[in-house]
């Protein structure tokens, strides 16, 4: 069985091991027999390792789980939503200030195609699987090259990032690239 300690000695050895890395983990609130003190707990964990990234949901009973045919929903679906808007808002505000950390850097950055606000940029995934938002142009193929290209899905690209939210980066492109060539 994990203690909360020994979790938090393993997250502080990931850190130390591999500087910058992002974490993410799923939370479900309301659990069969959750208290107070256990809701507690839980947010203090989130401001401990602050997350990256992190997908909270709320209980429900599903037919096949063990749960369902052993346990009783006893947390009252007011306090299921009370709690995880509380979640929400920790997770937020320590994301939030994990992404602020990457402004003014450089990131490696996985082209996945046009994002879902606008047209006009585009979306991929940082090496710490961030979402990262950058308009669409054409960029320079290497950093000492004068050719340009339009980016495409698939490419990977060295993107400046100028701001965050707490679900994603933004940033100007700078340059075409490669897993090999990025040193970031």
């Given at each position: 069985?994990?203690?909360?300690?020994?979790?938090?000695?393993?997250?502080?050895?990931?850190?130390?091991?591999?500087?910058?890395?992002?974490?993410?983990?799923?939370?479900?609130?309301?659990?069969?027999g959750e208290t107070e003190d256990d809701h507690q707990q839980t947010l203090s964990?989130?401001?401990?390792?602050?997350?990256?990234?992190?997908?909270?949901?709320?209980?429900?009973?599903?037919?096949?789980?063990?749960?369902?045919?052993?346990?009783?929903?006893?947390?009252?679906?007011?306090?299921?939503?009370?709690?995880?808007?509380?979640?929400?808002t920790v997770f937020r505000e320590e994301a939030s200030k994990m992404n602020l950390k990457a402004v003014g850097t450089n990131q490696l950055v996985l082209v996945e195609g046009v994002?879902?606000?606008?047209?006009?940029?585009?979306?991929?995934?940082?090496?710490?699987?961030?979402?990262?938002?950058?308009?669409?142009?054409?960029?320079s193929t290497h950093s000492s090259s004068s050719s340009f290209a339009e980016i495409k899905p698939g490419d990977y690209i060295l993107v400046k990032i100028t701001d965050t939210s707490y679900q994603s980066l933004r940033g100007i492109p700078l340059r075409h690239t490669s897993l090999k060539d990025s040193a970031v």
């Open positions: 069985m994990y203690t909360r300690e020994a979790y938090l000695d393993l997250v502080e050895n990931i850190r130390k091991t591999i500087p910058g890395v992002s974490l993410s983990s799923d939370f479900i609130t309301g659990f069969c964990l989130l401001q401990s390792v602050k997350y990256n990234t992190g997908f909270l949901f709320a209980y429900s009973m599903r037919k096949k789980t063990h749960a369902y045919h052993r346990l009783k929903d006893d947390v009252p679906t007011e306090v299921k939503k009370r709690r995880l808007q509380e979640l929400n994002s879902k606000k606008s047209s006009k940029d585009l979306c991929g995934r940082s090496d710490g699987n961030i979402r990262v938002i950058f308009p669409a142009m054409e960029i």
